[in-house]
């Protein structure tokens, strides 16, 4: 079974294009700050991380859209986390639209962390970190389609 | 052999991140942009039809992201279209920077028109100018990964 | 004495430029969901008007930066609204960073409602709402400074 | 006389909301890319003084928004400098649609250099360069409303 972080949001009008609905690259946005706050839990801080120029880094995304979410539309964003090799991460993530918990957007990320020198590394610390992650919101879910990337 | 709709930039300040590169969000924007441009040279205009509640709506993508982009680059989105079914179409795109030629990032988006009540659906006159784009730009590439989404 | 209408926030990483605060132009999407929300509580929905092209007109706007805002920063903005001629108001913005209360920055801004065919203008339906709003949320701030724009 | 800085620009579809027209905020994006661009042309490379920790920053901006811009608008950005104290310089800032020449918005900014402690401060390196900007794109105008800020 996959435990997932959560974290609330609403649509703001300025995110919302000619169309009306949110435009595509926000929901890029929201995704980015899912998965921040659910590192920022296990004190994995980006802000900091980007000071010492140690980078986390998305390799690769998949963005299903299902439905279209506009002005005034509250949701949730559920992220999990998975370990595919030793140092890439898949992150699955999901927009549930409040109150009907119907299905928005579905996410696919690989993301690697990087040293100063831009070459995929993880300090002992930031391990420990990421492995309370994994502890908290691994998804069992496995994941052809990214893992040989 | 695949003929690219070709579209150049240059990265802003605003659009990068603290991290020092440009904001993965950001490609997205750069993406559409890129195919508003290949769309408006065979007469489609996004805003003209979002005026009319003609949606051309991404329905998915996928993006690898391979290089930074950083303050000061150029580069080159190059854009390429093909019809996977009656009204799905693949749009494959490619960011090369200049002057090297280096790859920067690749995505491939599954696009589809709907009419003013959300349904799939491809105006005649529409589907003329989609025609002579396919004709122009159409990549001969199959994708798999894609068509059965 | 001023009555505010009061909106939280909290910093996304999205939101940060290579200067590792939150670039200027984001301060104005701070400013624009903070007054949205005040004039949503009135009844007034900028994308339903926004259906029926009634416009909602920003003329003129002032900023001081005070402080930067930075990752992780929680914060409130304040916004107060005056009538400074028939069919021209001001709102007044002020953003807080929690929990000390010091003051991020201030704007001061013009608005305008216009009808479909963009001349100023203003439906009684609209105009009893914006009364509403007055009555509540009026500052008694003279604005010497934007009055005669 | 004013010599002007020109940037040249485009509206992107992905910059304009629900209104039809470019979101003011967006305005911001484009003043920070004009500016940087004429920075840049003196050798002053913001993301590179970011890097150093070395601020140049927005202190006070006003923007009267006259026209709208719409999708498809070509336009121009003409950018003066003029320096109002020791270390306050003063940018005015036009935008122009293209080819008509008629005037979309104004700005005037303050903006002041930092070390990288926070304080106002200006390395002469920077200043020489300041001054080979102040000699070429200076206003004449004299600007009563900022100058006491």
Redesign the interface.
């Known amino acids: 079974m996959t435990y997932w972080h959560e974290k609330e949001f609403e649509v703001?009008?300025?995110e919302?294009?000619?169309?009306?609905g949110v435009?595509?690259?926000?929901y890029?946005?929201y995704f980015?700050?899912a998965r921040?706050c659910m590192l920022?839990e296990a004190g994995i801080?980006?802000?900091e991380l980007?000071?010492r120029k140690v980078?986390l880094?998305?390799?690769?995304?998949?963005?299903?859209?299902i439905r279209?979410l506009?002005?005034?539309d509250q949701f949730v964003i559920k992220t999990s986390i998975s370990r595919i090799s030793r140092l890439r991460f898949e992150f699955t993530q999901e927009i549930q639209k409040n109150p009907e918990g119907t299905i928005v957007a579905r996410a696919k990320l690989v993301g690697v962390p990087i040293n100063a020198a831009g070459k995929p590394f993880m300090e002992p610390e930031l391990e420990d970190k990421v492995n309370r992650l994994l502890n908290k919101y691994n998804s069992d879910q496995t994941s052809n389609?990214l893992a040989h990337?």
């Open positions: 703001r009008d300025y919302c294009d000619m169309a009306d435009n595509n690259a926000i890029m946005n980015e700050h921040h920022k801080d980006f802000a980007a000071r980078g880094v998305v390799k690769r995304i998949e963005v299903d859209f279209s506009v002005s005034g389609d990337n």
